[in-house]
């Protein structure tokens, strides 16, 4: 019990952290203390004062505001490639685990060969061979995610199939559809949501790293990869370029992190006592 509730007290300021990173990108226009792409020749690279809380970068725009705005499509693009990778993943998993057969095996190698790749080689080269782009970024997430989830989900469906009900609602006359929506799936989402949860922060890391590597939103589009990327050169001469950008990267994937543990540990049953 000690240990579930110091990992909800480390939740809770998890959560806070992404609730004000979620409600900062909605509110964007109206919090935004400048505009994100407004160039100011007179305040370039000014370090962090009471008017730019941030500093300036090397064009006179406020990081602060950029930052902010970076938030909208870092946190878009990993919610929706993880709620996207989870359906596929849910769907693929189901249904290579309780047919069988044919259909397990083709969806086995497919997953297979997709695992084989590392993740940002496999997302690079989806990039490069797409335009280059927001959509681009999402399809490749969605591409590189969906496997470990089928694989996870598919494991959980191989257990599910074998439980006495299962039988029972066969003998009944429960269409498989009907078994797979009530009976088998409500077993996987648990699993999945955990999954997602831990995935989450890996996702909004690996967009940074194709935007750092302008492979993801094109300028002048302000994301925090590509704002690494542009400003890196900086680092000694207006360090704080890129510290706030990779602040933000590092705080919201540790927080979805540590989200994902936390959900574990409460619908994992061992923790339940």
Not at 93 to 99: E, L, R
Not at 203 to 223: D, H, K, M, R, V
Request: charged share 15%.
């Amino acid at each position: 019990m000690k240990r579930f509730f110091n990992t909800n007290r480390v939740a809770l300021v998890a959560t806070v952290i992404l609730g004000i990173l979620v409600l900062s990108s909605v509110l964007a226009p109206f919090i935004s203390p400048y505009d994100p792409l407004s160039i100011d020749l007179d305040r370039i690279k000014e370090s962090p004062s009471i008017t730019h809380p941030f500093g300036t970068d090397n064009k006179g725009r406020d990081i602060m505001s950029r930052v902010i705005y970076g938030a909208r499509v870092s946190l878009s693009v990993g919610l929706l490639a993880g709620a996207i990778s989870m359906t596929f993943g849910l769907f693929f998993g189901i249904v290579s685990g309780y047919f069988g057969g044919r259909i397990d095996r083709g969806i086995t190698i497919l997953t297979d060969l997709t695992l084989a790749f590392p993740s940002l080689i496999l997302a690079i080269g989806i990039t490069v061979v797409l335009p280059p782009g927001i959509y681009t970024v999402l399809i490749a997430l969605a591409t590189v995610g969906w496997a470990s989830f089928a694989r996870l989900v598919r494991g959980v469906v191989l257990s599910v199939k074998e439980f006495p009900y299962i039988e029972a609602a066969k003998g009944i006359g429960c269409t498989k559809f009907r078994i797979l929506m009530n009976h088998v799936l409500p077993q996987c989402i648990p699993v999945a949501l955990v999954a997602m949860g831990l995935k989450l922060g890996g996702f909004i890391l690996l967009e940074s790293a194709l935007s750092f590597l302008s492979l993801g939103a094109q300028p002048p589009t302000p994301t925090w990869g590509s704002m690494i990327s542009l400003n890196r050169i900086y680092i000694h001469s207006a360090p704080w370029m890129v510290i706030f950008p990779g602040l933000a990267i590092a705080l919201t994937t540790i927080s979805f992190n540590i989200l994902g543990d936390a959900l574990r540990d409460y619908l994992d049953p061992k923790f339940k006592v």
